[in-house]
């Protein structure tokens, strides 16, 4: 299995509400990443976790809260979000060490109304 | 400063023609990891190519080929004879060695539209 599955696809939200998106991966790959891209522009790393351990948070806002249940599994928590924190949010895996390329999942189109 | 640079906003090109998306990157580590990614529409970034800074071989890949140059600081990266399925943003992006947590710095990216 060489894929990072993401769901849901698609999410729209309205700013009171509380949501979660899912990241899987099954290729033992020990750093899993969240990253948030808006229109136009490239991924901007909001956190990482390396061995189910947070590692980097990149000053993201708390209305985002990442979770690492397992390290299969991430997930990433959503609450009272902005219409600005419309975006592609991108999972992805990879090796721990330096210099490994990233697996991404095809993304949660999130839409805050 | 931005460490990764793609001067190429968005190309366009008759299919079948050639084309070169530019990449270039600054770091001052001796050690580090180069990546080209490819974005279709659906969101999905594919990766494409890793090259380590030890290894300037080029390298082809059926139509694709990607050109490392250290002495200019570039990765460079040639699509032959293009085709409509090549349409996408195509983002270039470095790994340093003593980054913390193998973080990557992306590019722009460059918008290539192949018209049929």
């Known amino acids: 299995d060489t894929e990072v599955t993401q769901t849901p696809k698609h999410l729209v939200m309205g700013m009171t509400n509380k949501k979660s998106l899912k990241c899987e991966q099954h290729m033992g790959h020990r750093a899993m990443y969240w990253y948030k891209q808006k229109a136009k522009k490239p991924p901007e790393l909001m956190f990482v976790?390396?061995?189910?351990?947070?590692?980097i948070n990149e000053s993201v806002p708390s209305r985002f809260s990442p979770e690492c249940p397992n390290s299969s599994l991430l997930n990433l928590h959503l609450h009272a979000l902005q219409p600005e924190d419309s975006a592609l949010y991108l999972c992805?895996?990879?090796?721990?060490?330096?210099?490994?390329?990233?697996?991404f999942g095809s993304g949660t189109r999130l839409t805050v109304v | 400063a931005q460490k990764v640079t793609q001067a190429q906003t968005e190309i366009s090109v008759v299919e079948k023609e050639d084309v070169t998306l530019d990449c270039v990157y600054e770091?001052?580590?001796?050690?580090?990891?180069l990546f080209w990614y490819k974005q279709p529409p659906s969101g999905e970034l594919v990766f494409l190519i890793r090259r380590n800074s030890f290894d300037e071989q080029n390298e082809i890949s059926g139509r694709y080929s990607w050109n490392f140059q250290k002495s200019t600081s570039s990765f460079n990266f040639t699509i032959t004879a293009s085709q409509v399925v090549d349409s996408a943003v195509y983002f270039c992006a470095l790994s340093e060695f003593y980054r913390m947590g193998n973080q990557f710095y992306f590019g722009t990216g460059t918008s290539l539209t192949v018209i049929p």
């Open positions: 976790y390396s061995y189910e351990k947070l590692s």
């Open positions: 770091t001052r580590d001796t050690t580090y990891y």
């Open positions: 992805a895996s990879s090796q721990e060490q330096v210099g490994y390329g990233y697996t």
